[in-house]
């Protein structure tokens, strides 16, 4: 499935470098290609909202400026390769220059280096920025070494040397496939577990009070006659065919006010996520929220709305109508990409 993947992604960049903007047909060389399917993917990689995603994909790219050299074998793939040179070099009685590198630092350094290591015990590395976090391991290795840093996990030489945390999926310099359970050693495999609370005899109570509730509220809406016999009071709740009063009789305590509404709390622009309104709750596009917003294009601002600017528009979003159109041109969630709305 990778093969299959990376053939796919090396095909499209192909095709649109020697085909889109080239603006060649693609039909005698690729015969299996329709005419629409040309029209759709020229139309696709011209679009406004492919050249937004496609710099931002370059964006982050550009941060990966330290690759590794293993190959497709990957770091576990290599550790017997470097475990035979660690013996090699205790066989000849040599002084092992990896030693100097704690943890999993080594093997993320042994991944960027010099395929040779010269006699004097100077380690060649990839690049200038490789050799810079490696002399910067080094100071962080000596610190701890005096107790003035500690290791604790995924908090250790290498990630202070990155100023990077650690992505969840995986464990750097250790392998892509291996998580946070095993990829830290035995010595911090039960770290952070959450573990479950145990439901008392007065939570399960109260969960099945508020279920029984909810469900005579449910049968009452729809018209469902209740009789007497099957309005079940629970242990500390009041009656499901009581309405609940305003103020508590006994304590004469009011009900708390309502929370506000979590946008009027904003100071500032912040990201958020559009959704579509229904139950499902399902993601349209990513956008960034301006609070205390009293006009937009000119236009007041509804009571209950807010200002927010796409970012990032889903492509199966794109034709939904804005439910407050920007003029002629705004209507639809695609055109307002990097608009205010």
Known sequence: MKEIASLQRRFKAHFRAYFVRQDELPFEKHPFLKPEDREWF???????????VSQEMKDKRAKHNKPHKTGRK???????????EDEKLAAEGKENPWEQYPGRSRPYLRARSGKTTSGSGEITFSSPLVAEVADKMKRIAAQASY???????????????????DHRGW???????????????????????????RRSDADKEEIVGEAITRVMELLRVAGVHIPDGLCITQAGHKSSCEEEPHV????N???????????????????????????????LALATIYP????????PVQNGYAVVQ????????????????????????????????
């Open 171 to 197: 464990v750097r310099g250790v392998s892509s496939s291996v998580g946070w359970g095993k990829g830290f050693g035995e010595e911090f495999a039960g770290m952070y577990w959450k573990k479950k609370r």
């Open 147 to 165: 107790g003035s840093f500690t290791r604790v996990r995924e908090n250790d030489v290498l990630t202070k040397a990155l100023e990077n945390p």
């Open 248 to 251: 508590n009789a006994e304590y």
């Open 253 to 283: 305590i009011e009900p708390p006010p309502p929370e506000p509404d979590t946008i009027d709390l904003l100071i500032e622009p912040t990201k958020c996520s559009l959704l579509d309104g229904s139950g499902y709750d399902m993601e």
């Open 310 to 341: 796409p970012t990032n528009v889903w492509a199966n979003a794109r034709h939904i109508n804005l439910p407050i159109p920007v003029g002629d041109e705004i209507t639809t969630l695609g055109d307002a990409l990097l608009q205010r709305i």
């Open 74 to 84: 990957g770091y576990y793939g290599k550790r017997k390769e470097w475990q035979e």
């Open 292 to 299: 205390k917003q009293e006009t937009c294009h000119t236009v």
């Open 42 to 52: 020229v139309e696709t990689t011209n679009s406004r909202f492919f050249e937004q």
